[in-house]
């Protein structure tokens, strides 16, 4: 599920932006840092893309602080409008956690019972 969410976020945050770089001007309330937030998006995408093509220690590591500069960047950007988004997107992300730990602990209890 990480790929899947991180590809609908670059792709809604393209659309998103795109939507107000035409209809805003570029000195528009919240573009520039709206544009800034973007590129760390994008970069932390393209780190995520690399990081099954690169054995690099750092690029884990440079995606994990890349990701979290993001969402600073996304806070400042959103203000309070992001709190609520970001508490259900971090639920949502316990969740799947948690019923795959349960998934594999199932498959794990199975095979053991052969």
């Known amino acids: ?23 805003e001007k570029l000195t528009g309330k919240g573009v520039l840092n709206g544009i800034a937030a973007f590129l760390l998006l994008l970069t932390v995408g393209i780190y995520g893309f ?7 220690k750092y690029t884990r590591k440079v995606h994990f602080w890349v990701s979290n500069a993001s969402l600073i960047a996304l806070l400042i950007h959103a203000g309070n409008s992001f709190i609520l988004p970001a508490i259900v997107t971090l639920a949502a992300w316990g969740i799947f956690e948690l019923a795959e730990r349960m998934s594999s602990r199932k498959q794990i209890a199975e095979g053991e019972g052969i």
């Open 1 to 23: 599920m990480h790929n899947v969410i991180g590809y609908g976020i670059l792709i809604l945050g393209t659309a998103h932006g795109a939507y107000y770089l035409i209809t």
């Open 50 to 56: 690399l990081i099954r093509r690169i054995k690099n």
